[in-house]
């Protein structure tokens, strides 16, 4: 690998990589929470700093930075995606007054909620009596 001709210097992509880390562990020590700064500006430096990293690695050491096409037929249906999971989940995640019950409770016939514990006491109560003790 060291006769071939790659395009660039993996090694200034690792001093790249090695001061990005510097940077973002000093950050980190910085600008805590505890001295007085806010969390988001701690975790959005920290975000900002791993994107970066990332987006180095996947564009160099993944070869994408020269396979144009294929890096836009994975990113450009990406927020289509998500957006497509995002709502066919929403359903189910939704505050809707018909499901502000835990899975397991049950409707008694006069439509009341009844719980799973409350169910399982009234099964045993019934279970106990015997048919013709009363």
Known sequence: MS???LGY???KI?????ILTAVEVWWG???RPDAGYSRLLLWGGLM???FAKGLLIFMYFMHMRFERFIVWSLIVPTP???LVI???LMPDVSFN?????????MLDPRGRVVDMVTRDLERHDTAEVEPGSE
């Open 97 to 105: 007054e018909q499901r502000d019950h835990p899975v397991g409770d």
């Open 86 to 88: 995002l709502f066919a």
């Open 80 to 82: 289509a995606l998500i």
């Open 9 to 11: 210097s993996a090694f």
């Open 14 to 18: 690792f001093v790249i990589l090695f």
């Open 29 to 31: 020590m910085t600008f």
């Open 3 to 5: 006769g071939e001709n």
């Open 48 to 50: 900002c700093f791993a």
